[in-house]
């Protein structure tokens, strides 16, 4: 089992920068990949970013890759991202979450264990 806590959100301008990190605990932390997803309301939960166990692979939405970095510190049971010139169109709860097998990373579905989620406005 891998227990997930999101932290670093909150408010800032347009054009602003926000990092946030998801710290694990619990079961084997560097055995999962790891994503970062959003949701606006009534939107559907979207993909955000990802990185592999090993720390080798990154994948970005495309309209974020430049903006957005994903990053791991196994050593300290953590992956963060970092968020630079931000919009108002990044609003939303992000979430982390864990996936054991490394597979379809893209899909919400196939994560195993979430973060309680943490809230990123951007205003304009």
């Known amino acids: 089992q891998v227990q997930l806590v999101e932290s670093g959100g909150g408010l800032v301008q347009a054009g602003g920068s926000l990092r946030l990190s998801c710290a694990a605990s619990?079961?084997?932390?560097?055995?999962?990949?790891v994503g970062w997803f959003r949701q606006a309301p009534g939107k559907e939960r979207g993909f955000v970013s990802a990185?592999?166990?090993?720390?080798?692979?990154?994948y970005y939405e495309d309209s974020l890759k430049g903006r957005f970095t994903i990053s791991r510190d196994n050593a300290k049971n953590t992956v963060s991202l970092q968020m630079n010139s931000l919009k108002p169109e990044d609003t939303g709860v992000y979430y982390c979450?864990?996936?054991?097998?490394?597979?379809?990373?893209?899909?919400?579905?196939?994560?195993?264990?979430w973060g309680q989620g943490t809230q990123v406005t951007v205003s304009s």
């Open positions: 979450a864990a996936n054991r097998d490394g597979r379809g990373l893209f899909d919400h579905g196939v994560y195993d264990y």
């Open positions: 619990g079961g084997t932390f560097s055995g999962n990949a």
């Open positions: 990185i592999s166990a090993d720390g080798v692979a990154t």
